[in-house]
């Protein structure tokens, strides 16, 4: 489980499901937010825009959602803000935690963080403290059926990508951050659909979770910090089985 996202599957599959799409919604239309104000409301012209409109678009996001998101964003007649923050820390058996925050009340966020840590087995560190451990990486995956996987990876290669692997039948691209687009673009050229791209921060090492107790308190640190609204994403480098998620799931 390096990052979380099985967790996070399984936990949307089993999770009270209204609930947790209207808080994807929250977190996109934030995302949205912030990227227009950032590059304008041109999708064409503002790359972080077009992945935060695929990933609406991945989760079912309504097009009326998305729209009004970009335009209030345009408009900001409300002069909302919101502070990209980075958060660092430690769960149980010392493993590194890194969130990334989107809040318009830095004190509010700060004080929820502190409390979840200290009721999950966890410590809220000081800047720097484990950022150094993860590499900002661009991902997409990819559905392999019907696809030629040596045309995928050459194709991938020559664009500029680090690293593919194919397991289960999905394709995962890795690239620089400042990579994603080319890379992305010229999948896409080829008539590749991708099934999602985004940043994300990868562990440069992982620590392997084999204790039951450990691997529970730690899914439950990673779940309060996912529950809260501020937070947009969570990251770890714990390597949890798939068998002992599944078990304690």
């Known amino acids: 489980m ?16 209204d609930e947790i799409k209207g808080k994807i919604f929250t977190q996109i239309s934030k995302e949205i937010f912030v990227a227009v104000r950032q590059g304008g409301p041109d999708p064409e012209g503002n790359f972080r825009l077009k992945l935060c409109i695929q990933k609406a678009r991945a989760n079912n ?16 007649t409300d002069n909302v ?16 935690i890194l969130f990334e925050i989107l809040t318009d009340n830095r004190n509010r966020v700060a004080s929820e963080v502190r409390y979840i840590f200290s009721r999950n087995g966890g410590n809220l560190g000081e800047t720097g403290c484990v950022a150094w451990m993860f590499e900002r990486k661009g991902r997409m995956t ?3 059926e019907g696809k030629d996987e040596d045309e995928l990876m050459m194709l991938a290669l020559d664009a500029g990508a680090e690293d593919i692997t194919v397991e289960d039948g999905e394709a995962e691209i890795i690239t620089t951050s400042e990579d994603l687009e ?10 590749i659909e991708i099934a999602e791209a985004e940043i994300t921060m990868l562990a440069k090492n992982t620590i392997e979770i084999t204790d039951e ?24 480098n714990a390597d949890i089985s798939d068998e002992l998620i599944e078990k304690l799931s």
């Open 2 to 17: 390096s990052g979380h996202s099985k967790w996070s599957n399984i936990k949307r599959r089993k999770g009270k499901q």
């Open 61 to 76: 996001m309504p097009v009326d959602n998305i729209n009004r998101s970009i335009q209030k964003a345009a408009g900001n």
């Open 81 to 96: 803000a919101y502070d990209e923050v980075l958060y660092e820390g430690y769960g149980p058996a010392g493993v590194a």
């Open 142 to 144: 990819v559905d392999m």
């Open 182 to 191: 080319a890379v992305k673009n010229a999948v896409e050229a080829a008539g």
């Open 213 to 236: 107790a450990q691997a529970e308190q730690l899914l439950n640190l990673i779940a309060k910090l996912e529950d809260n609204d501020d937070i947009q994403a969570v990251y770890s």
